[in-house]
Structures are given as C-alpha cells and as structure tokens.
C-alpha cells in the first residue's frame, strides 16, 4: 500500500494543494481529535484535518472543532433505519468532502464490511491497548483484572473484524500498584496523543506500507531500550 492519493485542488494564492485530506470521526469529546487537530496545524505535516464528523449531534468534539476553524458535521445514526443506510450515507458525505483518509477517534459504531472495504487502507483507528490484547471496551479495567504489567494503545488499519487490523504503531506504560482505571487510562491516553499523529504521519508520506497483512515501516529506527515492570535488578 502507499500512502493515500491526495485530491489536487487549488488554494487561494493559486498554488496546488496535495496534502491528503483527511476526516476525523468522533463520537464523544474528542480528545485524540485535537491532538490530531494540532499537529496537522504545525509546518510540515504532511496532511490536512478537512472535515470532523459525528454520528451524535451533541458531541462536545464538534464544538471544539469549530473553535479550532476545521469543519464540523454530524450525521446522526439514529434518523437512518439499519447500518447499513447509515454506512452508506457516510460514504457518501466523505466523497463529497473529497476525503483521502479517515481517522477514527473515539468513533463509537461498528462499520459494515462493504463500508470498510471501500475505505481499506485508507481508514485508521485508535485501540486503547496493546492489541491483540483486550479488544473491544473497558481495556483499562481488564488489564487492571487480568494483573499485566505492561498496558498501552495501538494504531491499526481498519477492517471489517473488529480491533484486528495491521498494526501501524504502539505505545507501552507500566500498570503501577494502587492504579485504578483512571489513572491507567489517563496514562495511555497521554500516550495516545504522541502515536496518533506520528502514526497518521507516517501513513500520509508513504512510510507505513502493508505487506501480507502486516504493516512495513520504512526507514525504521532504533527503537529506546526496553520497558521492563518491574524493573530488572
């Protein structure tokens, strides 16, 4: 896979624009939305925050949005009969806005196959886990309930089965005694906010490729020593 054909158009100066666009999905307040937000607003990302959307129209993240100057627009899943009508008007809006790629932040709907087929390699979410471990919702009170020592997000392609996806890139924290839900949480969601940008940065220039299901990093480096809870020695 290379990375998403950006749509030429044109700015205001006359000069041609080739950042990808991308469209952010929310559900709720979107935290992970902002930090996505901000470092496209920085010189030199290499991709433009087009459009947020919302199936719930009274999510707080379509204000922020606003104030932030990207536009803002909810579709809400409750005025269409199944999946499926929803999915498919989804689509469509993302056409429209001409969307090269979708990030998925907080969004809270499972997607039919058809829809994540048509955006396959082109649609990117983030897990608040180290998959392929704790799928699914209440990640950080089952790391908590199972006692690893090691939690953290992933950022995933999408496909149709749910939180399997190729992994782009992940983030470790250690599970600390006395911990509770929150404050894990709050933990990784720090976390979240550094590898959701710098996974959709290496997306857009071409340095995450998919090769037999699995994600190519190009240009990969050393990574830090390792995270070891509790620590050796």
């Known amino acids: 896979m290379t990375a998403p054909s950006p749509s030429t158009r044109s700015s205001d100066e006359g000069r041609a624009v080739t950042k990808p666009r991308v469209a952010i999905l929310i559900s709720g307040r979107g ?19 087009a459009l947020v959307l919302s199936n719930r129209p009274d999510a707080h993240g379509l204000a922020r949005a606003q104030a932030a100057g990207i536009a803002a627009r ?9 999946r499926a009508s929803f999915d498919a008007a989804l689509d469509a809006l993302l056409v429209e806005e001409q969307i090269d790629l979708v990030c998925l932040a907080g969004f809270m709907r499972l997607l039919t196959a058809p829809f994540v087929e048509t955006w396959a390699g082109r649609m990117i979410n983030i897990h608040p886990a180290l998959l392929p471990s704790f799928k699914g919702l209440h990640t950080h009170e089952r790391a908590l309930e199972e006692g690893v020592k090691i939690h953290g997000c992933t950022v995933h392609f999408v496909t149709p089965e749910m939180d399997v996806g190729p992994i782009i890139m992940q983030a470790a924290v250690p599970v600390l005694e006395g911990d509770t ?22 997306v857009c220039e071409g340095r995450a490729r998919l090769e037999g299901g699995r994600v190519v990093i190009d240009e990969f480096e050393i990574a830090p020593p390792a995270l070891i809870v509790p620590p050796a020695g």
């Open 181 to 202: 839900p929150d404050s894990l949480g709050a933990r990784v969601l720090a976390q979240e906010h550094v590898i959701y940008p710098a996974a959709l940065r290496l």
């Open 74 to 82: 909810s579709l809400d899943h409750k005025g269409f009969a199944d």
């Open 31 to 49: 935290s992970n939305m902002m930090s996505l937000i901000e470092a496209a607003s920085r010189p030199g990302f290499p991709a433009e925050i």
